[in-house]
C-alpha cells in the first residue's frame, strides 16, 4: 500500500458544484495533514492544514478521520479559478521531517 | 521576502554532462528539500536537509548529489545527467506549519 493515495481523477464538473476528493494514508503514527494546491506548470502551494475537529476556509472543508486513515477536502460553488491539482499532505510520526505527498487529484471546473 | 529561489529556470543538457540547481531562501528555516516531479509521479523527494549541516536522503537519492552550504542554501548536484533525470525540480523550505516552494528547474537531458 502506498503511503498516501487520493482518488485517481480528473474530476471535471461545472461552475457552481460540490466536489469532494478523498486521501487515505498508512501510517497510523502520521502527525499532521495538510491540502495543497497546484496550478499548472506552478509550485505547490498550502490550501489547507487539515484538523482532527475537520475545518472550514470559506468553501473549503477539510476532515481527518484517524480511524479510517482518511482525510477528505469539499469544494462548495466551485470557481473557475479552483481547477488546479489537489495533493494530499501527510508528516509521518517518525520519519524526521519529510513531508509525504499523494500524486494528486486534478480537478477541471468549466462554465 | 523573496520566500525561496531557484536558478536556472530553465536547463538543456546533454547526456554525461554535470550541472549544479541552486535554491535558497530568505524565511531562516532550518528544514530545506529537494523534489523532482514526473507525469503520474508525484513529487518525490531527493534529498532533506534538517539542519545545517545535515543532508539525508529521500525516496530517490540515485544520481544525485546536495550541499547545504549554509541555514540560507541548498544545492543539488547531477554529477553526469542521464535521460531519465529529465524532470521538473522543486526546492523547498519548511517552518514548524507550511512548507513553501520555489518555483522551480525545468531540466532536460538529451
Known amino acids: 500500500r502506498k503511503e498516501v493515495e487520493q482518488d485517481p481523477g480528473p474530476f471535471n464538473v461545472p461552475e457552481g458544484a460540490t466536489v469532494a476528493f478523498n486521501c487515505t494514508y498508512s501510517?497510523?503514527?502520521?502527525?499532521?495533514f495538510f491540502w495543497y494546491r497546484q496550478d499548472c506548470r506552478k509550485e505547490p502551494k498550502l490550501l489547507m492544514s487539515?484538523?482532527?475537529s475537520g475545518n472550514e476556509d470559506g468553501r473549503f472543508t477539510a476532515q481527518l478521520n484517524r480511524a479510517s486513515q482518511y482525510i477528505s477536502l469539499l469544494i462548495r460553488d466551485s470557481k473557475l479559478s479552483d481547477s488546479a491539482t489537489y495533493l494530499c499532505v501527510v508528516i509521518p510520526g517518525q520519519a524526521g521531517t519529510a513531508l509525504i505527498f499523494g500524486k494528486g487529484t486534478t480537478l477541471s471546473v468549466s462554465s | 521576502n523573496a520566500g525561496v529561489t531557484q536558478t536556472p529556470k530553465f536547463q538543456v543538457l546533454k547526456t554525461g554532462q554535470s550541472m549544479t540547481l541552486q535554491c535558497a531562501q530568505d524565511m531562516n528555516h532550518n528544514s530545506m528539500y529537494w523534489y523532482r516531479q514526473d507525469p503520474g509521479m508525484g513529487l518525490r523527494l531527493i534529498y532533506y536537509s534538517a539542519s545545517e549541516g545535515t543532508t539525508d536522503k529521500g525516496e530517490v537519492p540515485n544520481g544525485y548529489n546536495v550541499s547545504r552550504l549554509n541555514k540560507r542554501e541548498f544545492s543539488l548536484r547531477l554529477e553526469s545527467a542521464a535521460p531519465s533525470q529529465t524532470s521538473v525540480y522543486f526546492c523547498?523550505?519548511?517552518?514548524?506549519?507550511?512548507?513553501?516552494f520555489g518555483p522551480g528547474t525545468r531540466l532536460t537531458v538529451t
Open positions: 501510517n497510523s503514527a502520521s502527525q499532521s
Open positions: 487539515v484538523y482532527s
Open positions: 523547498a523550505s519548511r517552518d514548524n506549519r507550511e512548507q513553501y
